[in-house]
């Protein structure tokens, strides 16, 4: 690997500060990173149950899900990307919404991880909010949006597109690409006739799933796998149309309060000697490692060695 040079540090020390910030209930929180000369580490809070993908995917060891539970993870992700999408100051699109992401804690409770493709977009309430960013198309085969693909016009919606292919992959157990398969077209001979929807459900659930919820997130999953953005809903109609249709529990629904910029607790990160002073944190630099933790307000370096 290439030594990492004070600017890109820096740089990269500024996008963590950032991402260290971001704070809510379904995103995993990040507690701190650590530099090397040739290495970044990144320390994520431990999620007790793994990832999605591991509980929905044959051949993997975690127990399979049951309906009620693929419907509050399809909530859970949805307040996740609501937050980002109009919570944050700029907007970001995530980029990767994908179940391999999705981790779960000791509770099963949903919390979206990974922002390493996480990218700044205009406002959604905003004149801007319809604007295109170019870009180089980043993201996971199966979950890209194609409108982006082709145009490497980057929006929120392509974000929607993914979270479509996840609850594709929530009802039928299999992955995004399976068997050479896109798991869009693999599932439209199903989607176009309500007859045949029940023949793609995950047979993990063995019929126990209440078949109008399923009616229901099927015409989401229709609205969110959208070929044209455009067409598809903004991720607050999505969770208003999960709360209408799917929450049976309306205490689940995210108040406000749950919301905020900064992460709970620190990761005791430790380092010495020469103080960096950079926007908003500082650094204590030593020859070979720089490790850094966050606190309530802003990324801090750890006063003892390791």
């Known amino acids: 690997m290439y030594r990492v ?8 020390c500024k996008e963590m500060e950032f991402l260290g910030r971001l704070h809510h209930r379904h995103l995993v929180t990040l507690r701190g990173f650590c530099i090397t000369r040739t290495e970044r580490f990144l320390v994520y ?8 993908k591991e509980h929905l995917q044959a051949g993997h060891s975690k127990a399979p899900l049951d309906w009620r539970s693929r419907i509050q993870i399809a909530i859970d992700v949805a307040a996740a990307l609501e937050y980002l ?15 391999s992401n999705i981790l779960l804690d000791q509770h099963f409770v949903a919390k979206v991880a990974d922002f390493g493709l996480a990218h700044a977009t205009p406002t959604p309430t905003s004149a801007a909010a319809h604007e295109q960013l ?33 609850l594709l992959e929530l009802i039928t157990g299999r992955g995004a690409v ?42 989401l999953v229709k609205m969110c796998t959208q070929k044209e ?10 969770l ?43 650094s204590n630099f030593s020859t070979s490692t720089k490790a850094y933790r966050f606190d309530t307000t802003s990324i801090t370096s750890a006063s003892e060695k390791i």
Request: hydrophobic share 30%.
């Open 178 to 219: 399976q068997d050479n398969r896109n798991l869009v077209s693999w599932s439209q001979p199903y989607l176009a006739t309500d007859s045949k929807v029940p023949l793609m459900v995950d047979p993990d659930l063995e019929s126990n799933y209440d078949s109008e919820e399923l009616k229901s997130l099927v015409k």
């Open 240 to 282: 208003s149309f999960l709360y209408e249709r799917l929450d049976r529990d309306a205490s689940n629904a995210m108040p406000k309060s749950m919301l905020g910029n900064t992460p709970s607790g620190a990761f005791p990160c430790v380092v010495v000697t020469n103080t960096v002073e950079t926007s908003g944190f500082s």
């Open 45 to 52: 809070e431990y999620m007790e149950n793994g990832s999605l």
């Open 229 to 238: 953005g455009k067409s598809r809903p903004n991720i607050r109609q999505v």
């Open 134 to 166: 170019s870009t180089d198309v980043r993201g996971t085969p199966g979950y890209l949006d194609p409108e982006y693909v082709v145009t490497r016009q980057l929006t929120l919606k392509s974000d929607i597109y993914s979270y479509g292919v996840l």
């Open 5 to 12: 040079s004070r600017q890109r540090e820096k740089e990269f």
């Open 85 to 99: 999408h109009f919570f944050c100051d700029p907007p970001l699109c995530h980029r990767d919404i994908k179940s």
